[in-house]
Every structure is written in structure tokens, then in C-alpha cells.
């Protein structure tokens, strides 16, 4: 494909972003290395230095021409490998490979990178069919795929804490080379792969027109899409295999290709890999200059212009249905005392299982008398502590879905406790031993501040239930990225935070669980009292205005309530464990549709989820214990999964 059949304008771009890599990267080369090199600076810029700006211009371009096939195909300009939880499968089918089976790697990497690119690819998209590969459905599944995907490979590190670094490595993404051998091995399977998705540029074109008019073209859609989706998948595992998880290149490649003026397919296909090459090795050089001596992995550095990106492309997706469920499909319990006495029992006794059943020195041991006196002290601060999380989460998701109507909206997937977490995070750089107080000081902040963003984020869609969502996994991603970054550098400090950010109580005492359970009773028996509100507001502005409702000041209060409910179990279970999703379409399915019986519901329901997921992760593989947020998030992203395929 020559120059000149794509016209002058849409190589401006590439070309600009060409100089600009290569004179960084002459810079950061004339700094590396002196103008009379030794044997030593000859062998590591020739087996070292020019492989890696080799790799990055392979690995960039690779990236951008999948995102440009997968874009093209789904008509989805956010589609691309990292939002499609292609990458995110190909690192942990290779991340538990490692650990567990050595043996698969023997003959190489990319036979594991494309297995679990296949399960990751077709997970994604049979999750998307039922929606005819809508947009919106389709990044929303391919994002939370990609998050338990990492949830999986925290699980797997935290039993194998001599790969705890290296897979925090390899989830960032690195471009060190030790040889020409990565390099070589890449090379002609992505001149192959890139060969055959250019041969299908024309059909390919046709999708721009409307299903009907391709078919009418003599097209074959279906055979077309799947060859096209296959070689980006192909891409998106082998450059995944050779240098880890390095996103969102595929997103900016084909963005900036349409920003210069390509228009047509063939214009992107062409100009979209140039940029892509040109950004990723800009990128890793920049990296390189500004911290020499500190090893960057350049995936959380791309990540961190993704995040931006993929908001400031949000608006450019076409519409979809908002995945609200029908009031009429639910069945509505008229007299709901006796199921919330039922729930409440069933959390009475899940809290004795968990104080009393446990494994003993030979076997499953159920402890009586004195042997419950003993034992109890060391039990019932985790249970308390993880009951007031779990209740306080529920409250808010309740409230979060109640005042936006969004079935779909939780804490966790909106970015809130992730953004707590980052609050917490920053206090432990900051301060070199922040109290308990300053702590929840600092969670509450960063949930306060991430819920403004969404806020800000939210009113330019109108509040879109699917926009708002897909803005707050964006803003999950970028904290994600962040934390990756800390994690990566190796910093002891970040290192006890580990444990904590994985959701595990092991460290909860009398105190900090007397305090939680007070504050929680102080959140949630007052959140209580805004039922009224919960059930005006769904109506709109004129309704509400009409029975006496202050609109503004009753949604400010309740994300208040929010943040603050958010906030203080983020400290005890960590950032992720979809309780606050779980527990109010739990409530709901069960009848309890009326907002205070749903708000009580969900309550119980998550102080039950969450005592049964510590009681499990402490007993499932005694001596070891899963951390109750893992455990929690291990069943609540298949459930948010299976929410967005009943849409």
C-alpha cells in the first residue's frame, strides 16, 4: 500500500509523531551512551537498547492495527484489545501458566497467550451477541472481563509471593530486552497477520453501509467479521505474549489517525499503525529521560492517557438501549415484614457458623462451651467488622441505583472505591503513620472527589445509565493503572497495603470493629430515613418539585451518604468486591421492590454476603486464606456479567 493512495493530509500526523520519537529517542540514546562507546556500552545498546525501540514500534503498530480491524468490524470507536479483555486474557493465561504450569511455556509463550486471548474473546463476545454487538454492552463486558481477569491474577500472586513482583510487572507492561530474539519472533507473524487484514480492507469498507446493503453487496458478514475479529485477536495475544499488558495504544492509534483526516478504511489501516509505532516508542523514550533509574513499565503510562482518552470518546458511540429492568417483570411482595425477618435470621446464623464452625488441628471443628469462649476473641472482630462493610455497601448501591435509575450502578463499578482506595494510597506516601482517623479522612475524600468527577462526567450524557457506567470503569482503569505503577516500583510501603487492597480482615481488631460497627449504624439507620426521597425522585424534576421536593439538596445529601457509606468499608474489605451490586438486585428479585423494604433487604443481604465470603475465605484452603473482597469479587463480576446479558 503506497503513500500515495492515501493522500498527503492523514501523514502529517504520523509523520509529526515520527520526528518526535525519533528525536527522543536519539536524545535519550546520546545521553545513554557516549560518543566512544566501550565493548560493555556497545553490547547493551546493540542487544539491548535497539531491540527495545524496535519492539516498541512492532508492539505500538500491532496494537493500533487490531484496534483499527476491531473498530472497523464492531463499529465501536472504543473497541481495541486492552476494553475487549483480549490482553487482559492472554496475561493471565500466562501469568497462571507460570505459576502452575511451567511445562506450557517450554515450547513458548504464544500457543498460552492465544488460549486465553480465545476464552477471554469469546467470553466477551457471547456476552455482546444477544445485544447484536451493541457498543456500549460490548465495552462494558470486555472491561469488567479484563477486571476479573486481574482479580484472578491477584488471587494467583498472593498464594505464589515469589511472583508477586514479576506479575506486577507483566500486568504494566514492559519493553526490556535482553536480544534480538523477541524481536525476530514477533516480526513475521504480525507482517502475516497485518497482510491478511489488509487483503480484507475492501469488504471490510462495506460495513460502513448498513447490514442489509452489505448483504446486498454480495458480502458475507458473518465470515468476514469473524476473519477480521480473529487476526486482531491473533495480534492483540502476540504482542501481549512478547512484552505483558500494554493498553489503550489500539484506542489512540486509530483516534488520532481520524483526528489528522483519515477517513476512509484504508486511510486508517494505513496511518493508524505509524501512529501507534511512533506514540508507544515516543512514550517508553520520554519515560526513559525523565526517570532513568526508576524501571517504569510503560504500560502504566500509556494507561494513564487511555483513561482520558476513552472518556473524551464517549460520546461518540451510538445510543443504546439503557439496560433498565421493567417494573412489571418483578414480582412485588405486598407484606415484606416476614421475608426481612427471614433474612435477618439467616444473617444471625451465618455470624454463629462463622464464629463457631472452622477448622481445628485434624478437621472441620465446631467449637462449644469453652472452646467458643476461646475462640470467639479472635473471631468475632472480623465477622462484626466485615458484617458493618458488607451492610454499608449495600446501602450504597441501593441509594446509587434508586437515584439514578441505573440497575447497573454499584460503587465499585463506578469508580468510587477505587477512588477511596487511591485516597488511602496517597495518605500512605504522604504521612509516615497516619492514624485510623486520618485514614478515613482520606478514603472519604477520594470517594467524595471521584463522585464529583462522575457527577461533572454524567450531566454532559444526561445521565445516560450505560454512559455514566462506562465512564466510571474508565476512572477504574485509570486508579487501577496508578496503583500497578506503585506496585511495579517495588516500594516496601505499597507492599503492606497489598494485602488490605486484596479485601483481607486478617488484621481487624476489637476496636477498629467497634468503631466500623458504630459509624456503620450511624450511616445506615439515617440513610434510612430518605426512603421518601427514593421514591419521588425516579419520577423526574416536576413531579418531585410538585410534592415539595427539594431536587438539588435531596441528591446532594444522598451522595453524601454515599461516599461516606462507600468510603469507610473500603478500609476493611478493600476496593472491589461488587457487594454494593449484588445485594439490591438480590432484595429486588426477591419482591422487595417498594424503596424502604429494598433498602432494608439489601442491607442484610450484603452484612450476609460478606460474612459468609470471610467465613469461606478463611476455611476454603485452611492454612491459607482468601481475602473476602477476592472472594466476593470472584462471584460478584460473573453476576454483574450476568446482568448485563439479561439487559
Sequence with gaps: MSAGMVGPRPLILPLGLGVAAAVLAALQLHIAFPGNPDALHEAVLFNAALPRLAMAALAGAGLAFSGALMQAVLRNPLAEPTTLGVSAGSALALALAAIYAPALLAGGRDGVALGGAAVASVLVFGLGWRHRLAPLPLILAGLVVSLYCGTLANLAA?????????????????LVQTDW?????????????VSGGILLQRPLSTLALDDESARSLGVPLRALRFAALGIAVLIGALVTSAVGLIGFIGLAGPALARMGGARSLRQILFTAPLIGAALLVATDQAVLLLA???????????AFFGAPLMLWLLPRLRAAEPPRESAGQARRLERPLLLLAVLAMALLIAAWIALALGHGPANWHLAMGRDFSELLPWRWPRSLAVASAGAMLAAAGTLLQRLT????AAPEVLGISAGAALGVVALVFLVSAPGRGLDMLA????????LGIMLALGRRADYAPERVLLAGVALNTLFSGLFALLMASGD???????AWMAGSTYGVGPHQALALAALAAMLVLPAMLTHRWLAILPLGEAPGRALGLDLARSRLVLLLFVAALTALPTLVVGPLSFVGLMAPHIARSLGLQRPLAHYLGAVLLGALILVLADWLGRTLLFPYQVPAGLLATFVGAPFFLLLLRRG
Design 158 to 174: 498472593l498464594f505464589h509471593r515469589d511472583f508477586l513482583q514479576s506479575l506486577f510487572v507483566w500486568n504494566t507492561g514492559s
Design 181 to 193: 530474539g523477541p524481536v525476530l519472533r514477533l516480526l513475521p507473524r504480525l507482517l502475516l497477520l
Design 292 to 302: 532513568p533509574d526508576q524501571a517504569i513499565p510503560v504500560g502504566t503510562v500509556t
Design 405 to 408: 435509575g441505573n440497575p447497573l
Design 443 to 450: 478514603a472519604t475524600a477520594g470517594a467524595a472527589a471521584t
Design 492 to 498: 516496601p510501603r505499597i507492599f503492606t497495603l497489598q
